[in-house]
T-cell receptor
Framework: EDQVTQSPEALRLQEGESSSLNCSYT??????LFWYRQDPGKGPEFLFT???AGEEKEKERLKATLTKKESFLHITAPKPEDSATYLC???????????FGAGTTVTVRA | DGGITQSPKYLFRKEGQNVTLSCEQN?????MYWYRQDPGQGLRLIYY???????QKGDIAEGYSVSREKKESFPLTVTSAQKNPTAFYLC????????????FGPGTRLTVL
């Protein structure tokens, strides 16, 4: 069974204090690893898809990287508007579903 | 604007009642999904549909039912058999089931009174 573990559960940052979120996964092969951002009471918003080890993608202050066992979401010089829960999910080959981690809640203080 | 809509935003149910949550998309996506989200847990798949008039059970289908009569619509019924239905329900869609990111609706929060 696919497993996704995200750490830490919660992260409190000062504005401008860079940090990283971890997503460790166990899956029989990997079709794709997905990162989402979720604001309270809203649906997840798609950020990135990573397909193979070594791949990196960036969007504004966010950068996602992928190895064979884990992915990192780096937040560079965060701002208060980056406060959200970040979700990681994996998809196995020939599988239609995504397996989600429980998320990391990031709070950025001004 | 293209997107996924869910209604209602909030829903209250008495014990023993069936309720239906609406999900509509105008993205021309083939596949649609229903997830349940509980505090401190990852999203869990309830049902999914790759094509009209066909759907499959996910990991926690007991106490739920769905239909897919139109490509744009994938309603979820929470039946009285679902023992703990209070949760945040999310609908998602994707162009095809494989190798494409899923896009989510705004969610419906269901509370059992």
């Amino acid at each position: 069974e696919d497993q996704v573990t995200q750490s830490p559960e919660a992260l409190r940052l000062q504005e401008g204090e860079s940090s990283s979120l971890n997503c460790s996964y166990t899956v029989s092969g990997l079709r794709g690893l997905f990162w989402y951002r979720q604001d309270p009471g809203k649906g997840p918003e798609f950020l990135f898809t990573l397909y193979s080890a070594g791949e990196e993608k960036e969007k504004e202050r966010l950068k996602a990287t992928l190895t064979k066992k884990e992915s990192f979401l780096h937040i560079t010089a965060p701002k208060p508007e980056d406060s959200a829960t970040y979700l990681c999910a994996v998809q196995a080959p020939n599988d239609y579903k995504l397996s989600f981690g429980a998320g990391t809640t990031v709070t950025v203080r001004a | 604007d293209g997107g996924i809509t869910q209604s209602p935003k909030y829903l209250f149910r008495k014990e023993g009642q069936n309720v239906t949550l609406s999900c509509e998309q105008n993205l021309n996506h083939d596949a649609m999904y229903w997830y349940r989200q509980d505090p401190g847990q990852g999203l869990r798949l309830i049902y999914y549909s790759q094509i009209v008039n066909d759907f499959q059970k996910g990991d926690i289908a007991e106490g739920y039912s769905v239909s897919r009569e139109k490509k744009e619509s994938f309603p979820l019924t929470v039946t009285s058999a679902q023992k703990n239905p209070t949760a945040f329900y999310l609908c998602a869609s994707t162009l095809t089931g494989l190798n494409n990111e899923q896009f989510f609706g705004p969610g419906t929060r269901l509370t059992v009174l």
